[in-house]
């Protein structure tokens, strides 16, 4: 079965709020995360990844907290806009293989 | 700099036939290759990965075949296809001891 997996299946926000987006995972021997993007029809693309021995990374707009007691990761994108309407996916590498939650679908306001 | 492409990007076949879908890598050498199925609304599995020539590694049992005859090459194949078979297929590339994986357009497959 999946090793990680998103806590809420859809997420509606309203432009230019800050959007969360979590991630539970399962295996503790886990030492990469990457959260990826999905629009619609296309391959996923990178966002953001964060290695086990840190707790925060951040890249433009978009912010990765780990949180390795409660096995849980968040992505955070500031001032949400239009373009960030998609899937996100939080992965986990083991032995250079990453393993997918079921994602997270965000829809933007205007 | 790297690119990664994948054909046919849309197929519709009916049950029983054959399937091959290619992908290729430009810009890197010896990559680690991967075939990915995403069902509608899910997120990604696994199906193969292969680290080198004629190295494949299958991740789940399945209908499915797949051959890496080239260094860049990955190729998905069926010899006979199932409905269950229908999916958006991605291949993906990383370099070998990456961790982050770089992803193909997809290739999104009907069976009928």
């Known amino acids: 079965g999946e090793s990680v997996g998103l806590h809420l299946p859809t997420l509606s926000v309203q432009e230019g709020d800050n959007s969360i987006i979590n991630c539970a995972y399962s295996n503790s021997a886990s030492d990469y995360f990457i959260w990826y993007k999905q629009e619609s029809g296309k391959g996923p693309q990178f966002i953001i990844d964060?290695?086990?021995?840190?707790d925060k990374r951040q890249g433009q707009r978009v912010t990765v907290l780990l949180n390795k007691t409660v096995k849980h990761l968040s992505l955070q994108i500031a001032a949400t806009q239009p373009g960030d309407s998609a899937v996100y996916f939080c992965?986990?590498?083991?032995?250079?293989?990453?393993?997918f939650g079921a994602g997270t679908t965000v829809t933007v306001r205007a | 700099s790297q690119t990664i492409h994948q054909w046919p990007a849309t197929l519709v076949q009916p049950v029983g036939s054959p399937l091959s879908l290619e992908c290729t890598v430009e810009g890197t050498s010896n990559p680690n290759l991967y075939w990915y199925r995403q069902a509608a609304g899910r997120g990604l599995q696994l199906l193969f990965y292969s680290v080198g020539i004629g190295q494949i590694s299958s991740e789940v049992p399945q209908n499915l075949s797949a051959s890496r005859p080239q260094d860049r090459q990955f190729i998905l194949s069926s010899k006979k296809l199932l409905l269950s078979d229908s999916g958006f297929y991605l291949c993906?590339?990383?370099?070998?001891?990456?961790?982050?994986?770089?992803f193909g357009a997809g290739s999104r497959l009907t069976v009928l």
């Open positions: 992965a986990e590498n083991n032995d250079y293989k990453l393993s």
């Open positions: 964060i290695r086990s021995n840190m």
């Open positions: 993906a590339w990383g370099g070998p001891g990456a961790n982050v994986l770089t």
